[in-house]
Structure formats: C-alpha cells, structure tokens
C-alpha cells in the first residue's frame, strides 16, 4: 500500500540556520503531496501542497517540489527562526481516496537562538 | 470564520467505558474526516463522512464508529475502551472529498486518556 517516510528526528538547528527534511513515498497512483506542521498542544495546520510531478509548494519561506523520479517531497527553508520549532509532517493522497491522508511519522524541528 | 472545532478537548475515561467526541466543521465544508495519533503509530486515519454517509474507513475495529449530522457535524464513538485507543483524536474538514483540491482542515484535538 502507500506510504511516506520521512527522515527521523530530532532535528536541531541554530537561528538562520537551513533546512532540509526528507521525505520519500510510495504510491500506486499520481498522489498530491503535502507538508502539515503540528505547534505544541495544537493540531496540524497545512504548511504547503503541490497535485502534480514538478510543482513546488511554498509558504513563510518553506519550499517543497514534487519530484516523481525519485519519489521525493522534500521540505527546505533557507534560514530558520525560532518561531519554526514544531512537529513536521508529510503526507500524501490518493486523489480518488477522498479525506485520506498517509502520513509519515513526522520530523520534530528544534531552533535555539 | 471559525476553524473546526472539537470538544471536549480532554477527557479521561476507565476501561471498559465508552466515549463521544464531537466535530464542527467549518462552515460550510461537508466533508468531514477524523484521524488517531498516537507516540507509537503516528496519525492513522479513522474514517470519513460526506453528505452524512462514511465514504471511507481505515483499518479500525468495529468499537470505533461514527456518524455525520444533516448539519454537517460530526461525532466518532468509541466502545468498551481500552489502555491503547489513549490518543490525540483529530477531526478535519474540506469542503469537497478529493484532498488534492480540497485542502483538509484540522481541529486541535481531543486528547483521550484512558485508565
């Protein structure tokens, strides 16, 4: 079945420091691809998407671009703040799956300034 | 406009018990969808609801259930508990069923322990 994996944390970063983390997945179909964010005791909030092979989501300096050749969705800032600390997702969906999403296990980002 | 809302946001519970939780969507979105998160399995979808009919389920057994309202609201039951169904319950709307146009929105949860 499909499925997302993305690269184990903690991951802790200086202030201005870059960004990468890694996800892969696999899927049957033509999945959209999707980055939530988790704050502590809150729930997910949607960081970027993109639907189709090359498309790059962004949003508050974050970049993602869907790349079907080597199944990756990997997310990317270029100088982190404090304020980014939180629980990373990635996810995909099968578009003829409806409200379902896969996830992987999530990447928890730390900042220190 | 108002998020999606979920109450109650904590509740504790014994063995054995049975809970209710409740999800208001946005206004507006009819499709509702609720996910578990656990330490140990991650999110894992629960099920989801569309015009008060479950389109879709995930690989629960049979004491979790929900349902969806003419209003859109929704409510997911879980009988005889156990020390493992202990979680962050989320619900999430869209206003359509394909995620890949309809972005999913979350409610900040309902945390479940179970005693």
């Known amino acids: 079945g499909d499925s997302v994996t993305q690269m184990e944390g903690p991951v802790t970063l200086s202030e201005e420091a870059f960004l990468t983390i890694n996800c892969t997945y696999t899927?049957?179909?033509?999945?959209?691809l999707f980055w939530y964010v988790q704050y502590p005791g809150e729930g997910l909030q949607l960081l970027l998407k993109?639907?189709?092979?090359?498309d790059k989501g962004s949003n508050k300096g974050f970049e993602a671009t869907y790349r079907k050749e080597t199944t990756s969705f990997h997310l990317e800032k270029g100088s982190v703040q404090v304020s980014d600390s939180a629980v990373y997702f990635c996810?995909?969906?099968?578009?003829?799956?409806?409200?379902?999403?896969?996830f992987g296990q999530g990447t928890e980002l730390s900042v220190k300034p | 406009k108002a998020g999606v809302t979920q109450t109650p946001r904590y509740l504790i519970k014994t063995r054995g018990q049975q809970v209710t939780l409740s999800c208001s969507p946005i206004?507006?979105?009819?499709?509702v969808s609720w996910y578990q998160q656990t330490p140990g399995q991650g999110l894992q979808f629960l099920f989801e609801?569309?015009?008060?009919?479950?389109?879709n389920k995930g690989n629960f057994p049979g004491r979790f259930s929900g349902r969806q309202f003419s209003n859109s609201r929704s409510e997911m039951n879980v009988s005889t508990l156990e020390l493992g169904d202990s979680a962050l319950y989320l619900c999430?709307?869209?206003?359509?069923?394909?995620?890949?146009?309809?972005?999913?929105?979350f409610g900040a949860g309902s945390r479940l322990t179970v005693l």
């Open positions: 999430a709307s869209s206003f359509g069923r394909y995620s890949g146009a309809n972005v999913l929105t």
């Open positions: 899927a049957t179909g033509y999945p959209s």
């Open positions: 993109a639907t189709k092979a090359d």
């Open positions: 609801y569309f015009s008060e009919t479950q389109r």
């Open positions: 996810a995909l969906s099968d578009n003829n799956q409806g409200g379902k999403l896969i």
């Open positions: 206004s507006g979105h009819r499709s």
